[in-house]
Structure formats: C-alpha cells, structure tokens
C-alpha cells in the first residue's frame, strides 16, 4: 500500500487490518497501488509478540527495522500509526523548516497557527478547514527556505478530547475513525478533510501572517500585534528541527518574520476569528 | 531488484563512489537501505567531493542533503561537547584521549564527514577513571540507571565504565580505561597505544593514525555486535587511504604485533580488499605469512566476517549473513570472555531476551 500525502510518498508494509481500513477511510484516493514514483518512507506497524496478541496487546511503529517510540496499546493503534508518519517527517527532513503548526489557506494566502499551548489548533483547523479553507496541515507547516512558501501536504485532522463531539456537533456529515481512548494526548479521533483530487490543485503559498489564537471563555475576539522578537521566539520555539538547522533556521525564520504579520488573537468564537482574519488579511 | 543485486549497487556506491544506473523507482530500495546503515550523509560528501552529486536523481540528493544537514549539525554539537569535557578534565589535571567517533571529528579525518554515531568516546587512565567520573558528575553528567546485572557486568569485567549522559543536553559519553576488556586477557597496554597521540588545535588528545587504525580494527573485529560493521569497514578504509605512507604502515604493523592484534590487523585489511580493493603494500601482504597460512583465519575471513559485516539491513540480508552474524555473536563474546563467566553470561542475557519474545519488550519497564 503507497499513500501519497503531498510531499512525501510512504510505502506501507504491514499494518493490522483495522488501521489499513482507518486509512483507507481518511486517504481515499490517495492511497495508490503502484508508482513509477520511489517512496520515501518505508513503515510498518506490528503487533509486538505472540502472546502479546492476546494479553494485552500492543503494537510497534517502524521506519524500516528501527523503531522510534516503545509499544503502544493496540487500541491505539490508529493515532501511533499517524504520529509515526509524522515523526518520519520530523526527523529526516532537514531540507525545509518545519514548524509544529496547523496552516490553512485561502485565496492563496497563507496563515500559519503555531501549536502553542491552548492554542485550540486542531479544533480551529477543522472548523476552517470545513468552513471554505484550504487546509495544507494540521500539525506541521513545511517551509522552503528559499521562497518561504508553505507546502501542502495531505493528512487528516488530529481531534482531541471534547473537540471531537464539538467538531462532530457543528458538522455532522465529516468522516471521523473511531475513537482511540486513554492516548498520551487523551481520547482521539481523525477527521478526514480534503478529498485528494481537489487537493492536487493545492500550490505552494505564501505567508501572509503567523496567528497565535487562545481559547478563552468570556472573551471578545481581538487582535493583538505582537513584536518582532516575540514572533520570532514563539515561531523558532514551535519548529521541530530549528536546532538542527542552526543558521539557516535562523535566517529563514527572520526573514519569515520580515515578511508576515504576528497576532495574538484571544477568542471564544471560531467564526469570528473566521470573519477577523478574512478582512484583516483581505483573504 | 533481488538482494544481491541491491548489494552490489550499494557496495559500488559506498567504496567507490559509483552512482548506479538504475530506473527512478529503484533508488527507493538503495536510499532505504544506506537510511538503515547510517551512510546517506556520508555518501553526499563522498559524491561531493568526487563532484558527483549532480549525477544523482533529486529523490537521491535530497534525501543524502538531508541526512548531510543533520550529521554536520551533529559534527558541531560533538566539538562542543568535546571543549566542554576537555575544560572539566583539565580542571581536575586528568590526561584524556578522544577515541573513535568524535577523535574523527576532532582531527577533521576525512570520514567524519557525514558520520553519524551515538556517543561520544574518551579514554583516561584507569587510575584516573573514578576521579573523572566525579569531576564530570559535578557538571551534569550522570550514569545510566542500569540492572543491577549490567552494573556490575561494567564494574567487574569492562573496559570502561557505564555510559553517562548529560542531563542538559542528553549527550552519552563512554568513558574508557582500555580499549578492550580485562576479562578477554587481552587489555591493552594503554601507554603504547597512546605514546604518539596527537595534539589538535593545542587541546585535544587523539590517537595517532596508525593506533586510530588499529583501535578502529580491534573494535570491529573483537565484538559481538557487527550492526555498524559496513560503516566502520568505510572507516577503517577511509582513514587508511588518507595515511597511506611507509611511516603509517611500519608504526601500524609494529603496533599489532606488539599489542598482539596480528589477526585482526590481517583479517581487517583483508577484508579491506575484498570489499573494495583497498591496495596494500606489497611488503606488508608479505609480513603476514603466517596468517596466511591459518585455515581457520582465513575460514573466518571468507565465510563469516565477509558476510556479518556486510549492510545490517533486512533489504540486503540473506540467510548466509543471518548465519555469520550469529556465528560472530558467540565469537566477539569468546574473546571477551573466558567460559566460565561467559556461558552464565549468555543464559542471562538470553533469558531476558526469551522472556521479552515472549512478552513484549517493555513488559518489565518500571
């Protein structure tokens, strides 16, 4: 089984039934029998010993023969296979600056939500991503060093917690796997959003602002413009591999910076944030 | 492509820098393979050198860049390290040597280039081995909490002590006292290893790179586990082709013999020209007739080591491989260990290893 995500094309070579239906449901058509294409990733997930089958069982990530992360519930089976995919990214691109950042997109122009804490940025990007807007990624944004643009990539959304019944509330036609309970990030479910053909139409875009959103009850959504400095540390503290980068990361998060506006946006409604960022970007 | 043919392609690649013409597609088995043997960035700066990277298809370069990236990120982080250690020994007026990994990356040798390792290794004599261990547990460097069984398998009978890391930045140093263990019977006279290390930069001790050499050998050869076998083969290579003067070769086999690593010295080199043609002297090929003549070195030599060193990559390996690497599982512990110690040893290890089959890894995990 070959999934093609956009930017990178994993090759799947044993995983339990119940995740290869899981991801035939979020990937579509973008899981492909046969490429001329090579892939770049090679991943499996096992279950981790015969007994173990039966007696509380568990399963194992790989990238080839090595394995980043310990065994794992087979009940989570799902979500470890998708973090698995992420980390395969993480760790082996240091061609472009990935940063931990869901980004959405619309007219072309990109806003990137860094994940810091309360940020809320899974559930923002499901409901922008199921309310007109390109979603190029839940969890991480893929910048190329030289034109700073950001690349699409083709994955499904990570809901955690209340925000899958919210998501599932505000529109309850999305396509949602089961839900994984008790992870390391609590109850979990994936949410698919885009359809691959439609997807294939995504270009690369540019950065038009780096938006720090924070959920809070009681609160009248505004914008707030925060320095430079601020933006940078907030950005270079999000990005998975700024300290393998060095320099370059560096250099390229400066000239992000240079580039792009940074707001700090308190909110209790996500269509307001929707509306704000419409007109103050003219999306 | 079948196993063979893959390995072919890879060994032309690794030693002599030889891109394969293949179809696109085919270079997902090949960039898969050196991922898992740890040698995409060290391919990217042979190629560099050789001005070959635009031969490469981009999914080729871009994943040998990649990787190239990370290991010079990690090159940097290693000197650091390596001045921090060098400050806290110095204070404590402890004499140390950089073995292997960072020694490469100290000396700038022409391996370092795109190395990757997971440690960083210094000798010290063993008079000095506790008093450095507390010098560098005053600046944040700790031991690894290990079994009880694994504690005392380092105190008693290793070279070295066990593992610590920084707890700041994680970095894991092996702080040794010999090159091999006691145990074996064949410790090494640490003096004569070390009387013509060099000095870089006025601050750093290294071996010389006949002992480089020699050390580089006996780690290989002396060792159960051969995972990184193909890596340190292209070391062993590497470092000699850079050195190769009549000085390096009579320093390097007046060593051996006198440490008594003949065997390994030819086994080694040996191997050498059967990977990659390395050229030997002709006078040096002729110093080791006696090995020559040895039946079983020269069984060990064709049938066991040439196969266990080969890529540790289930994309390659083939039940001769899986066999030799078995074989040199029980022999590294061999020469580690006299019997009696090794076959409790083994039934340790063993029933640990049955009981996680059995259970899952991290069943036990506290």
Known sequence: MLIDVGQYLFRVNSAPLIVKNNLDLMYGDAIIKKSLAPADFTISLKHDSLLRRFLKPQVTFYLGSNSPFKPLPASQSYPVMEWGMNWCIAATDFNRLIVHAAVLVKNNKAIVFPATPGSGKSTLSAYFALSGWKLYSDEMAIIDLETLKVMPLFRPVCLKNESISLVKQWFPESIFTGIAKDTQKGDVAHLKINNFAEFKTFMPADVVAIVFPKYQKNTKTEPYKISKIAGFEKLAGNSFNYNILGSTAFDTIQRLIESTQQVDINYNDLSDVDDLLTSEFTL | ?366
Not at chain 2, 86 to 104: C, P, R, T, W
Not at chain 2, 271 to 286: D, G, H, M, R
Not at chain 2, 288 to 317: D, G, I, M
Not at chain 2, 349 to 355: D, E, Q
């Open chain 2, 1 to 366: 492509m079948n196993k063979q043919t893959i390995y072919i392609y890879i060994e032309n690649l690794v030693f002599h820098n030889e891109i394969p013409t293949i179809e696109l597609k085919q270079w997902e088995k090949i960039i898969h393979v050196l991922r898992e043997i740890n040698l995409l960035a060290a391919c990217y700066y042979r190629l560099e050198k050789e001005e070959k990277l635009t031969l490469l298809p981009l999914f080729a370069l871009k994943h040998m860049k990649s990787a190239a990236v990370y290991s010079s990120r990690q090159s940097e982080q290693v000197t650091f390290e390596c001045k921090l250690l060098q400050e806290i020994l110095d204070a404590a007026n402890i004499s140390s040597v950089f073995l292997k990994g960072a020694g490469y990356t100290l000396r700038k040798s022409k391996n370092s280039k795109g190395r990757v390792y997971s440690d960083i290794d210094l000798l010290v004599a063993k008079s000095d081995i506790s008093s450095a261990e507390k010098a560098l547990e005053k600046h944040a460097w700790c031991t690894k909490k290990l079994s009880e069984y694994d504690n005392n398998y380092y105190r008693e009978w290793s070279h070295e002590i066990p593992p610590m890391f920084n707890i700041h930045r994680g970095t894991v140093l092996d702080l040794h006292h010999n090159i091999l263990l006691p145990i074996s019977g064949r410790e090494v006279n640490v003096e004569l290893l070390t009387k013509k290390s060099h000095v870089i930069d006025d601050t750093y001790t290294v071996l010389s790179y006949a002992a480089t050499v020699l050390h580089s050998i006996v780690h290989l050869i002396i060792n159960e586990d051969v995972s990184n076998g193909y890596r340190d083969v292209l070391d062993i290579i590497t470092l000699i082709e850079e050195n190769d003067t009549p000085e390096f070769w009579q320093e390097i086999t007046s060593l051996s013999s006198t440490l008594g690593f003949n065997n390994e010295l030819y086994l080694a080199l040996s191997l050498s020209v059967k990977y990659a043609n390395l050229t030997i002297p002709e006078n040096i090929l002729l110093s080791f007739e006696e090995q020559q003549n040895n039946r079983k070195l020269n069984f060990l030599l064709n049938y066991v080591y040439y196969f266990a060193l080969q890529p540790h990559s289930p994309a390659v390996q083939t039940l001769k491989h899986k066999v030799a690497v078995n074989i040199v599982y029980l022999l590294g512990h061999l020469q580690k260990m006299p019997l009696k110690i090794l076959i409790p040893h083994l039934l340790t290890k063993s029933f640990f290893s049955i009981r996680d089959q059995i259970f899952g890894k991290h069943h036990f995990d506290t």
